[in-house]
């Protein structure tokens, strides 16, 4: 029997590559996604050496791209979505179409089809699900109100992706004179004897997914949980592994067998439908493994069709697409987020998740090269602007990190020109007035040997109320403007911004504060506000947390006096519960009493 088959040779070099390229992208600090795509280039077949079988590796990444959409599906949110609507949605809607405008533009300059300009531009407007929640959960951003405005950006501009798979190819199909592929548009035209034009083949598309949609919400709501829960309560984990898998790709599967919906969407569906179960969790954490293998394929399939070559040949072009990906579109971000009369910090970090593309860009531009719309050029664009993007984007959140406390403090300076310091500051004519953001009309607090909270989360609740059960003053530091307006309502000093700012921690009157504690999980981010205020204040107590040893140290280095690990004292506290517990009991012989 022989041995070096297609198919297991093609497994074996993508992820042996994958592995190794993926091991040196993280070592470098960089999304292994980079390494998946390199690994693709290398075993491709414009790289001398060994060539993966160009016909296995598209199926294999074909499932690739199913799990990928189960796993979008999983972990899309329409609470989330909700919470953060009134920008997200108008604000992912006009940043799309901005970058889409500049993509068809650089389309129309090298005289691409119509179709095919468009394509490119919705390819590069969207940004990569697996590299911004990475990028988000490494800065525990996640559960922040940035965090959520991201996530729920992305999620509106994965739906807007959704839409464009199905649509693409209904129109794509008419530009080629090839209206009548459609089964039940064949059937409409020779029963009615009607050519149904543009409009009703993209109104049959509708309706077709719109009766999909309506199946997988009536039926699918309660079919496919109601199966998950009878196996799980059969107690095999390996059946429950198997029936997850079996539901996405069964229904992938069936949705573009039965309604003509591409896999991608079915995939969703299938994924959207199963997180509102109590069992999404399990059936996430089950599927992962496979997702994330065959994820790896698709990338590397990917990066097989890219053809380096025109890096050398295509400068120019290269960069105006990483222009539009990194400066355009992000600039559009931040725009929009700061006419939303949002802080600056948020419109930094929102600009910064999405100066990258990523697995949408990668299925629009293979789309549009097999509908023969977009030029195989503009594929390899497509793939050598979400390289160079991803590998920029740690970049692009480094510098929105040295930007932030400038913004603030200029925000910092006009709040405090605005608002009278002292009783004999000289009154501000109205001429002279400078407009500010919302979270920037505010007064330095008045506080003398005070703690500074900065943070008012999950910890920083906690801090807040026993410090004002002990009567002790204390002013907030939080970047929400909604937990600010909550803060002043229930009259507790609060300043809206980021702490690092040298103008914020003024206006928080540092100088005269007793104490600081700061409760964000962010250590990169605490560690810079404990510098900052330690140089304004020496005498200050510093109280910070941490989740890792590397953290405390960090922390300790730039001032912290005390620096709490939460697993640490999750640790002390059950070791200190078991002690009363059981050790006293045995020290003290005698019946136990309760």
């Not at 990523?358 to 050598?384: M, T, Y």
Request: net charge negative; with cysteine; aromatic share 6%.
């Amino acid at each position: 029997m022989p041995h070096a088959t297609p198919l297991i040779s093609t497994l074996v070099g993508g992820f042996v590559l994958a592995f190794i390229l993926g091991a040196i992208a993280h070592r470098f600090r960089l999304p292994p996604l980079v390494g998946y795509l390199v690994a693709g280039i290398l075993v491709g077949p414009y790289t001398p050496g060994f060539v993966a079988d160009q016909n296995l590796a598209p199926e294999l990444a074909e499932i690739g791209v199913i799990l990928l959409m189960f796993g979008v599906g999983l972990h899309f949110s329409l609470k989330d979505l909700m919470s953060v609507r009134l920008i997200a949605v108008p604000g992912a809607i006009v940043q799309i179409g901005f970058a889409t405008l500049l993509g068809w533009g650089m389309g129309y300059l090298m005289g691409w089809t119509t179709g095919g300009s468009l394509v490119f531009g919705l390819a590069l407007s969207v940004a990569s699900t697996v590299v911004l929640l990475k990028a988000l959960q490494e800065r525990r951003m996640v559960e922040t109100e940035k965090g959520r405005i991201a996530v729920g950006w992305l999620i509106v501009e994965d739906l807007a992706m959704v839409l464009a798979l199905v649509l693409i190819p209904a129109v794509a199909s008419v530009g080629s004179g090839e209206r009548l592929s459609d089964p039940l548009a064949v059937a409409l035209v020779d029963k009615s004897g009607i050519d149904i034009g543009i409009g009703g083949l993209i109104a049959l598309t509708l309706l077709k997914v719109a009766l999909f949609v309506a199946v997988m919400l009536v039926f699918g709501r309660k079919v496919i949980p109601a199966i998950l829960h009878r196996i799980a309560h059969s107690g095999s984990r390996e059946l429950f592994r198997l029936g997850v898998l079996a539901i996405a790709l069964g229904v992938a599967f069936g949705a573009s067998q039965l309604f003509g919906v591409s896999l991608a969407l079915g995939a969703f569906f299938a994924g959207m439908v199963l997180s509102e179960s109590e069992l999404s969790h399990s059936a996430a954490r089950e599927s992962l493994p496979l997702r994330d293998a065959f994820a790896v394929l698709f990338f590397v399939s990917v990066g097989m069709l890219f053809d380096p070559h025109i890096l050398v040949t295509q400068p120019l072009a290269i960069l105006a697409t990483v222009f539009i990906i990194v400066i355009g579109k992000s600039a559009a971000a931040f725009l929009i987020v700061i006419l939303f009369r949002k802080s600056v910090s948020t419109a930094l970090t929102i600009s910064a998740s999405l100066a990258q593309i990523g697995e949408f860009s990668f299925i629009l531009a293979e789309l549009g090269v097999g509908l023969k719309l977009l030029p195989e050029e503009g594929r390899d664009f497509i793939l050598a602007g979400a390289i160079i993007s991803i590998v920029l984007n740690p970049l692009m959140f480094f510098l929105t990190e040295r930007l932030r406390p400038r913004f603030e403090d200029a925000a910092a300076r006009r709040a405090a020109r605005k608002s009278p310091q002292t009783e004999a500051a000289a009154p501000v004519a109205e001429d002279e007035k400078v407009e500010t953001f919302e979270e920037d009309t505010r007064t330095p607090v008045a506080h003398d040997g005070h703690c500074v909270l900065v943070g008012y989360g999950r910890v920083g609740r906690i801090v807040a109320a026993n410090l004002k059960t002990a009567k002790i003053p204390f002013v907030v530091i939080e970047e929400a403007d909604r937990l600010v307006s909550d803060l002043h309502a229930e009259g507790i000093d609060a300043i809206a911004g980021h702490a690092a700012s040298a103008g914020l921690l003024s206006l928080a009157n540092i100088a005269r504060a007793r104490s600081l504690v700061v409760a964000i999980p962010d250590a990169f981010e605490a560690g810079n506000i404990v510098e900052s205020a330690k140089k304004m204040n020496g005498r200050l107590l510093v109280i910070a947390r941490a989740h890792s040893d590397a953290e405390v140290d960090y922390l300790s280095n730039h001032g912290a006096d005390t620096v709490i690990m939460g697993e640490r004292e999750v640790a002390n506290g059950m070791l200190k519960r078991l002690d009363q517990i059981l050790h006293s009991d045995m020290s003290e012989p005698g019946p136990v009493v309760g």
